[in-house]
């Protein structure tokens, strides 16, 4: 069976990277390097799949010439173009001064018209049963916090869904049985109001949405690791692998994307779980998305060791 793979990101950007040696407050800074590069959860999950050899599409709205920009820089990463154009507003530029660890200034995007909306909903429901299906980040203010919800029950029967997003967008979706969600250890102790510091805490509650619903639960920990609870009873868990924390940015989606390749390509909770470790670390090793081989490697360095 020939399984065909979309993300959706329904709020894309250009990500503008500046750094400024030597910044200050209230005075005209000049920049020391700069780049610009089309982003947003969905877009990055396509990304590190490209990069591990597995085609998608890209869905979801662009417009102005920003969002010109963006679709250029889509195709040109070789990734499928499914964004619908919108008439009025503008594709949103984030600013991330990399100078000022953490700092961004993100920009709103345009507002989606229902009409809009509804060409995309149609789109999902040619999706066929095997298909797989990224949701991937926040849901834009013009739109209906339940979009997501909504987009599932247009979907057909057997099409797999990866749903990464947050709080109640995150619990909606659980009825619905997602193949995979994938909230951090902050997001799932804000969901049941605790603490969740290391691995072992973390099991009994990823068990919950378990039960609520989710088939598989993959919480990332940052540099505590990761833990899996898998469909067949499963339980994985690893700590990170060693490694510079140079870019987080992007590293959940490259987890969910690795974890997804990895369950393709041989139907395996362990080797899905350690690819989608490998990705999350490589890219947040890297300055940009982590390349192929560099999730490859880490990989095969992390599952010599179990």
């Excluded at 399984?3 to 990277?17: E, F, G, K, Q, W």
């Excluded at 980040?137 to 909504?150: N, V």
């Excluded at 057997?158 to 009825?175: F, N, Q």
């Excluded at 009994?204 to 619903?213: C, D, N, S, T, V």
Aim: avoid cysteine; aromatic fraction near 6%.
């Amino acid at each position: 069976m020939k399984r065909r793979i979309y993300t959706v990101t329904l709020n894309p950007s250009l990500d503008y990277a500046v750094s400024v040696d030597h910044f200050r407050m209230g005075y005209t800074n000049r920049t020391k390097s700069e780049h610009m590069s089309v982003g947003g959860k969905g877009i990055n999950v396509s990304t590190v799949l490209k990069n591990l050899g597995y085609e998608s599409e890209a869905l979801g709205f662009v417009a102005g010439f920003t969002g010109q920009e963006a679709v250029r820089q889509l195709t040109e990463r070789g990734i499928g173009n499914g964004l619908i154009m919108l008439e009025e507003g503008l594709t949103r530029i984030n600013i991330k001064l990399q100078s000022v660890e953490g700092t961004e200034i993100n920009g709103q995007g345009p507002e989606i018209p229902g009409e809009k909306l509804e060409l995309l909903m149609k789109r999902l429901e040619e999706l066929s049963a095997g298909d797989v299906l990224f949701l991937s980040g926040s849901i834009p203010a013009s739109l209906s916090k339940e979009t997501y919800l909504h987009m599932m029950e247009r979907l057909r029967t057997g099409v797999m869904t990866v749903v990464d997003v947050s709080g109640d967008a995150l619990l909606k979706a659980l009825p619905l049985h997602p193949f995979l969600i994938k909230p951090n250890h902050h997001e799932l102790g804000e969901i049941f109001g605790a603490a969740l510091s290391d691995r072992a805490a973390v099991v009994p509650y990823a068990k919950k949405l378990q039960e609520m619903g989710a088939r598989n639960v993959l919480v990332s920990m940052a540099g505590a690791g990761a833990v899996l609870l898998a469909e067949d009873g499963s339980v994985y868990e690893t700590p990170a692998p060693d490694g510079k924390l140079v870019n987080g940015v992007g590293a959940g989606d490259s987890m969910a994307a690795g974890f997804v390749a990895g369950w393709l390509a041989g139907q395996d909770y362990r080797q899905a779980f350690y690819m989608g470790v490998a990705a999350g670390s490589a890219s947040a090793f890297s300055e940009e998305l982590a390349a192929g081989e560099e999730i490859l490697a880490l990989y095969q360095m992390m599952t010599k060791e179990v």
